[in-house]
């Protein structure tokens, strides 16, 4: 279904950085979420509704996260955004599948051990590169590509 998204933060050096990172299912479009203010629950809440907000709200369907404290303040981001957020299982990686496979992908830029920047233009440079790289899993096209095919379709149905 488009519009499902799935969430869930990369960690840096010594848990002293972090970034959402966001895939949409269908699409694997990409969005990196900067976190100046670290991973506390208010800040990835607003910043993930920050980022969320420009999408329509048909390409706001919900969003699985992962079962971290960084997402307490869940209703938040619903109320902020009309997004539902919905947790995966403990231990259940595969039922983020699509975000876990992306995160390693963000790993090639901000490997492990690293620290994870806040300059948003920089993640948002990775998050360009990705959304532009072809995908065997998309018939060879790229995120970007299948996702601006969702938005004009979206349009399409609203004229």
């Known amino acids: ?60 369907t919900s969003l699985t996260w992962d079962q971290g404290t960084e997402m307490a303040e869940h209703a938040r981001l619903t109320a902020a955004v009309n997004l539902p957020v919905y947790f995966a299982h403990p231990r259940s990686p595969w039922e983020r599948g699509t975000n876990e496979n992306t995160n390693g992908l963000i790993r090639e830029y901000l490997p492990k051990g690293t620290y994870i920047t806040s300059n948003q233009a920089y993640l948002d440079a990775i998050a360009d590169e990705l959304n532009d790289r072809p995908r065997a899993s998309l018939g060879f ?16 149905s609203t004229n």
Not at 26 to 52: N, Q, S, W, Y
């Open 1 to 60: 279904m488009p519009g499902a998204w799935e969430g869930d933060l990369i960690i840096g050096a010594h848990g002293k950085s972090a970034a959402a990172t966001l895939v949409e299912r269908v699409t694997r479009f990409t969005v990196i979420c900067g976190l100046p203010e670290g991973k506390k629950a208010v800040a990835v809440a607003d910043t993930v509704a920050e980022r969320m907000w420009p999408f329509p709200e048909v390409l706001r």
């Open 141 to 156: 096209y790229t995120p970007r590509e299948k996702f601006e095919a969702l938005l004009a379709a979206d349009v399409a």
